[in-house]
């Protein structure tokens, strides 16, 4: 409007455009008030159904102990998603490779690994390679089940991000002279890397549930406390309960590092 | 200025894609100092022709070279180590400015004018940014350096991809239609520089149809119809007084617009 009037000062708002932004204000605020209750009123339900015959004694006494398990779950989740990165990172490599060996390596790993459960794989590493004399520390026999395995899934990630980067990146590498290696490690590789940040934190929060699985081979990770405490005086309920908190607590909090992240590797972004 | 000897030489290029005969026998010479422009209607096998010169695409039939770097089209052994190699050298020789820019988005404009002088050619850095300096400084945009490609416009990016060209100090400059994907008000910019660059006797080869550029800038006119080229000469004969109907057709559409 100050434009057409032409006198270059801006016009103060008119009473109807502040109206408008005052209710579009209360309309976001009332949103959140209501979504919020509606999570303070499910929660509450949820835990007050659940906790009818809650023995707190129980979990007064060995909350302490379940949490301590907390620790071994993280300490799996990043071993294994280091792991799975390095492999994923290889597996793409021999996905899009041109030589026919490395490409039916990777291939044949993504496809075996993913055509098998996460569960029979755990007790091949940790028992079955020790029938064959081959026996691995416990922890390391479930970082080397979840980080193979999610390494196959992550291949498939990682090759589309590789994929994803714009030929016109390679061929500007490529017009410089620069040889392939130099090529995928300084050019494509970070580009990829910023388009499959999303999926690997997606990844790594499901890893920090997956750890639970170990259980079967008897690392003493936060399940394994939780049933182990729960058990001797059946108290599941409490023990299982408690543990599902600190899975949520973790992956909320991974959750929030992950979005961090991804907003400081946008900055620089196209 | 007066032209030297012949620095850029394509021989009997030919290039099929499956069936398709894009280029069918092309050869060019072009000599230091000199500005040749290739022009014709989309599909004459003109980008094409000028991506062949720096094996972007490998030409199915023909040879090229640069400088003293002579490559022969092999396209059953394009995976070949001592070809692609070869390739790499070659390409050494040739700066390269793209339609879309093609910067690296994930490193500044002063890293993107770097990383090619000193991962490549071994300079050493403080020497590879006090060079990359001097050429964005010629773009002008050297006040620009330290911003992401994001931060800028499509001239301002363009810009920077010359002076990336630059910096690893080709003895020709490839241009494959650097105007096309600018909005139109933004052209200006970028011709300008390019011609600035051929007044000053930059060895360039430039793919458009920036007409007004052929007249101020070009030391000769290449135009290309159906794979071959089919008349050229200096821009006041070609664009006057084209000899070929194929020619006066194109430049219709081209000078009456």
Not at chain 1, 20 to 46: D, E, P
Not at chain 1, 149 to 176: D, K, S
């Given at each position: 409007?100050?434009?057409i ?64 398990g ?19 990172v290889?597996?793409?490599?021999g ?97 990829a ?20 699985l ?12 939780a ?11 409490e ?32 | ?9 394509a021989?009997?290029i ?14 060019l ?13 989309s ?96 773009v ?28 690893m ?60 080229v089919?008349?050229?000469g ?24």
């Amino acid at each position: 409007m100050a434009a057409i009037e032409g006198s270059g000062a801006v016009a103060p708002p008119a009473p109807i455009v502040q109206a408008i932004a005052a209710a579009q204000r209360r309309r976001k605020l009332s949103y959140q008030l209501i979504f919020g209750a509606t999570w303070f009123v499910l929660i509450a339900a949820i835990v007050l159904a659940l906790t009818t015959r809650f023995d707190w004694a129980f979990l007064a006494k060995w909350w302490q102990f379940i949490l301590a398990g907390a620790e071994v779950t993280i300490e799996l989740t990043v071993c294994s998603i280091l792991l799975a990165c390095v492999l994923a990172v290889l597996g793409a490599l021999g996905r899009l490779s041109p030589n026919p060996v490395a490409n039916g390596i990777a291939s044949l790993y993504v496809s075996l690994i993913r055509g098998t459960p996460l569960l029979v794989q755990i007790f091949v590493w940790a028992f079955g390679l020790a029938e064959l004399g081959l026996v691995l520390p416990l922890f390391w026999a479930g970082v080397i089940a979840l980080g193979v395995n999610y390494g196959a899934y992550m291949t498939e990630i990682f090759r589309a991000g590789i994929q994803a980067v714009p030929r016109g990146q390679r061929e500007a590498a490529q017009a410089l002279g620069m040889p392939e290696r130099l090529i995928m490690r300084r050019i494509v590789m970070p580009q990829a890397i910023r388009i499959v940040i999303p999926a690997i934190g997606n990844d790594f929060i499901a890893m920090i549930k997956d750890t639970s699985l170990v259980i079967v081979i008897g690392i003493q990770e936060l399940l394994f406390r939780a049933q182990s405490a729960g058990r001797q005086t059946i108290n599941i309920m409490e023990a299982s309960l408690f543990a599902a908190v600190v899975y949520w607590v973790l992956t909320l909090f991974f959750s929030y590092v992950e979005q961090r992240l991804e907003r400081r590797m946008a900055r620089s972004d196209r | 200025m007066e032209l030297g000897e012949v620095v850029v030489s394509a021989t009997g290029i030919e290039k099929y894609f499956g069936d398709n005969h894009v280029l069918r026998g092309v050869s060019l010479d072009v000599r230091q100092h000199e500005t040749v422009m290739l022009i014709g209607r989309s599909g004459s096998g003109k980008t094409t022709m000028l991506r062949c010169m720096n094996f972007l695409e490998e030409p199915t039939v023909g040879s090229v070279r640069i400088g003293d770097i002579t490559v022969n089209a092999d396209p059953l052994h394009t995976r070949s180590r001592a070809h692609r190699e070869q390739i790499r050298r070659l390409r050494l020789q040739a700066g390269m400015v793209f339609q879309d820019f093609n910067l690296f988005p994930h490193m500044t404009v002063l890293q993107n004018c770097t990383i090619g002088p000193i991962k490549v050619k071994g300079v050493p850095a403080d020497q590879a940014v006090a060079n990359a300096e001097r050429y964005l400084d010629k773009v002008q945009m050297l006040d620009k350096r330290d911003e992401y490609p994001s931060r800028l416009s499509g001239g301002q990016k363009q810009r920077v991809a010359i002076a990336r060209a630059l910096s690893m100090d080709p003895q020709v400059l490839m241009f494959d239609e650097p105007t096309s994907a600018l909005d139109p008000e933004l052209v200006g910019e970028v011709l300008l520089v390019m011609e600035t660059l051929a007044h000053e006797g930059s060895t360039m080869i430039v793919v458009s149809h920036e007409m007004q550029f052929c007249r101020e800038a070009a030391d000769r006119v290449v135009f290309m119809e159906g794979g071959v080229v089919v008349e050229q000469g200096p821009p006041e004969q070609v664009l006057n007084a084209p000899e070929h109907d194929e020619t006066r057709q194109f430049l219709r559409r081209f000078l009456d617009a």
